[in-house]
């Protein structure tokens, strides 16, 4: 392989982004970062965490997505009566032709290449951990058997903050598996009017369908292929420490509001989710910039925050930025 | 993280550009060095131009000054020595700045890290040929431009116009502290030293004439210092008050002769003119008397016992007592050799008050313009005391008191001198506050001092002189006896006290008593 060849895989990595990107946004007014940080989840093989208030779109955003991209899509809508054999499927008896009876396993919704996980929190932590094997581990054991899931295999879990009767808070184990945690905030006046003005005609937009799977497979390995100076990773194990109130590189917010930080997968997400941002910028190198640009997404759900946050109303966002505030970029 | 030898055009070329970037960046901090040693050199220049500009006026603002030029002074050279020891110029640092300053978001930092930790990837690879594009492209001189820091220009800027106000602007110093400081003195020394070398030149010869003639040239001398400038003008100024209380004396013992010769028959005269203080005159009326005298008498030569010692050391009194009584039934050589003696001795105070007279002008000619310099002058405490109580004598040319500024006392308690413990006895000097702790114990507890001085007034020879009064109508206790002899020795010394005596109100007679009081306290043995 030649560098032209690396320009050239560069080249389309970024338009099939951009395609993407674009026809997405046919339908979806507004959300542009959220659309980038999907992609950049689906893209370093990571999954997401939509939180958003009901009604602005996160199950329409997460089933455009899979109308554009080539790719089998399941949706699982969580409830507290849900089972994990309900997720990942169950053994059943089947009779063949002759008569004679075996047991086959049913696969179940998560044995598809996107799989929605509306209102990830309404089901019971049972049921909530059986995505954790599969997040993870990108396989399913069930029957005394591992079946591996068919790639790209990518989580989008939708979760609502505001009606919290009847729900079970995601654990942190769960938590820390998503890539990153992407939050939809309300569209604006002008995004409301393109809303409506989209959605209340006879015919809605349409998408197509751009990306296929052996494209995401594509894209998915140029993205690990861009290298990363050591000082560009000193920063991201940086931020990660500082998130950490009993790390001395931690900033007196951290000492004050958080119980524990970010989990080593935090480092990872800062280091591939830049590199996903450095291929958007065109660049064959990370910089610190990149890290900066997802570490919001990538650790905001890693932070454990403390009683007094809860008392004194102060978010992860908050904490991260005044980390992201104090901490210097290595100087090589 | 050093950057390994380049092996590709990539590599050369971001070597080369990071090469003339590390050489702008050496130019720059030189720069930036010389700047801080051209801002130490300011600095100093300021702070000493400060200095002569403040001379003695402000010495608050001169200390105020001082330290804050100690202060940038550290600032200045702990940023010089940071500078010169600080992180070491390398070609990574060099793509650390232009990625910085150019805005390249860390290409040219991640390819020196790629040439030296991935040599064969066709990734780093292809970014080693984007940040050699990248890196060509640069301008040194335009990313790194030779440029001061706008604060240090600034800070320059400001100090070079504050040096030049300071050079120019006339000094707030009198004149005589900015001569003393540069070795010359100033028109009102100069006027002083005059009026002191004349003074001395007119003088008789005696101690304190030569402590005068002393301290002159020591002043007059071209290469002495400011201090020891100050030392003599403070020595002459001690000859001069001495020669004042010499003469202040010498009127005392007129005045003393003058009582004693008022109840001689034929003296009258002489008592009136000693009265006036009018000693000349009084040698002359006795000049007078002795061939009037001398001549009915015929020649009967007789030779006069030598008084011993000499007519020079033969108190005033003394001989005019003989001179007097020699009037009297005294053979006529020995009444001659006595009045002569009393005339001898009278044109030896005439000389001597006539002297005083030309201290005492001489003297104003001195203190105005000291005055004058002592008020724009800090002074201590003892110093500018010493200063304002010589100004306060009376003088005894014209009954006037000079007065150029308040006094600052430092009063000493005194310690009872019996029934206390070796510890507590001596002296406890406090501060003007009286809040300090005593001194330590130097010499033995002595006798009070008014204890003293009561004594020496009862023991007198006026004192005793007292006793005569018949107590017939009541009898007074011993201590109103006391109480009243002394308001009596009070009264017969008044002109003494009033002319002679100090602020503090010490006479000349008591004058030796409290001097040897202090003297003793501190200089007896434990």
């Known amino acids: 392989m030649s560098t032209a060849t690396v320009d050239r895989q560069v080249q389309q990595f970024r338009e099939n982004f951009r395609v993407v990107r674009e026809e997405v946004s046919r339908v979806i007014v507004g959300n542009d970062d959220n659309i980038v940080g999907i992609m950049t989840c689906l893209l370093a093989r990571g999954h997401v965490l939509l939180e958003g208030i009901p009604g602005i779109g996160k199950t329409k955003l997460v089933q455009t997505l899979a109308d554009v991209l080539h790719l089998k899509f399941a949706r699982i809508q969580f409830t507290p009566d849900l089972m994990p054999g309900d997720i990942i499927g169950t053994t059943i008896v089947r009779e063949d032709d002759v008569g004679k009876k075996h047991l086959v396993f049913q696969h179940g919704p998560i044995f598809a290449n996107l799989v929605l996980a509306d209102e990830i929190n309404r089901a019971t932590p049972k049921t909530q951990s059986a995505l954790l094997e599969a997040m993870q581990e990108n396989s399913v054991s069930a029957g005394g058997q591992t079946h591996p899931l068919e790639q790209p295999f990518y989580v989008l879990a939708t979760m609502n903050p505001l009606e919290m009767e009847g729900t079970y808070p995601l654990p942190e184990a769960q938590l820390d598996r998503f890539f990153f945690k992407l939050r939809l905030g309300f569209p604006t006046a002008d995004g409301l009017h393109e809303i409506i003005d989209r959605t209340t005609k006879q015919q809605e937009p349409q998408v197509d369908r751009v990306l296929g799977q052996g494209e995401v497979l594509e894209m998915r390995e140029t993205a690990r292929a861009v290298p990363v100076a050591r000082h560009v990773q000193q920063y991201a194990i940086d931020l990660t420490l500082a998130t950490h109130p009993e790390s001395e590189r931690a900033t007196e917010m951290v000492k004050q509001f958080v119980r524990f930080g970010s989990s080593p997968r935090g480092t990872q997400a800062l280091i591939l989710g830049g590199k996903v941002n450095a291929l958007l910028n065109d660049r064959l190198h990370v910089a610190c910039e990149d890290i900066r640009t997802v570490a919001l997404n990538a650790l905001r759900h890693r932070l454990l925050l403390n009683f007094d946050a809860e008392a004194e109303r102060v978010d992860s966002d908050a904490i991260l930025k005044d980390v992201l505030q104090r901490v210097a970029e290595p100087r090589a | ?526």
């Open chain 2, 1 to 526: 993280m050093q950057v390994s030898h380049p092996t590709s055009p990539a590599q050369k070329a971001i070597g080369l550009a990071l090469e003339r970037i590390e050489r702008r960046l050496r130019l720059n901090r030189t720069l930036y060095q010389a700047t801080l040693a051209a801002g130490f050199v300011l600095l100093l220049l300021l702070t000493a131009r400060g200095l002569r500009w403040l001379g003695d006026a402000l010495p608050a603002a001169s200390a105020l000054l001082v330290l804050l030029a100690i202060l940038a002074a550290v600032a200045l050279l702990s940023l010089l020595i940071a500078s010169a020891l600080g992180q070491r110029l390398t070609p990574v640092r060099a793509a650390v700045e232009a990625d910085g300053r150019a805005g390249l978001k860390d290409e040219l930092t991640s390819a020196c890290w790629f040439m030296q930790a991935l040599p064969g990837s066709v990734w780093a690879a292809a970014q080693l040929e984007r940040a050699a594009r990248t890196a060509a492209g640069l301008q040194p001189a335009r990313l790194i431009p030779l440029r001061v820091p706008a604060p240090a220009l600034g800070a320059l800027a400001i100090a070079a116009v504050v040096l030049a106000v300071l050079w120019w602007a006339p000094p707030l110093a009198p004149a005589r502290s900015l001569a003393a400081a540069a070795g010359v003195f100033s028109p009102a020394d100069q006027e002083q030293l005059r009026a002191l070398r004349a003074l001395a030149d007119a003088l008789p010869d005696s101690e304190a004439a030569r402590k005068l003639e002393a301290a002159l040239q020591t002043l007059e001398q071209g290469d002495t210092s400011a201090e020891e400038r100050s030392r003599a003008l403070a020595q002459a100024q001690d000859a001069v008050q001495q020669l004042r209380l010499d003469a202040a004396s010498t009127r005392d013992a007129l005045h003393r002769a003058a009582e004693m010769l008022r109840g001689q028959p034929g003296m009258e005269a002489v008592a009136e003119a000693l009265a006036q203080g009018d000693a000349k005159q009084a040698a002359e009326m006795l000049a007078r008397m002795q061939p009037q005298r001398a001549e009915p008498k015929g020649d009967k030569p007789s030779a006069p016992e030598p008084v011993a010692g000499g007519a020079a050391e033969k108190s005033l009194e003394q001989a005019l007592l003989e001179a007097s009584e020699a009037t009297g039934a005294q053979p006529q050589a020995v009444s001659a050799e006595a009045i002569q003696e009393a005339v001898d001795r009278l044109n030896e105070i005439a000389r001597e008050l006539a002297a005083s007279n030309y201290v005492n002008e001489a003297w104003q000619k001195v203190r105005g313009p000291q005055i004058d310099v002592a008020q724009h002058t800090a002074l201590t405490a003892s110093r500018f005391a010493e200063q304002t109580v010589a100004d306060s004598l009376p003088s005894p040319a014209t009954g006037e008191t000079p007065m150029g500024g308040g006094s600052m006392f430092r009063s000493a308690a005194v310690a009872e001198g019996k029934g206390l413990t070796e510890q507590e006895g001596g002296t406890r000097a406090g501060d003007a506050l009286g809040d300090s702790p005593p001194d330590p114990l130097l010499g033995e507890g002595g006798e009070r001092l008014e204890a003293q001085l009561k004594q020496a007034g009862l023991s007198g020879p006026e004192a005793e002189s007292e006793d005569d009064g018949e107590a017939w109508f009541y009898a007074e206790s011993r201590e109103q006896k006391a109480f009243a002899s002394w308001r009596s020795i009070q009264a017969r010394t008044g002109f003494a006290q009033a002319e002679a005596g100090t602020s503090e109100g010490i006479s000349i007679q008591h004058r030796q008593i409290v001097k040897d009081y202090f003297m003793n306290l501190r200089e007896a043995p434990r």
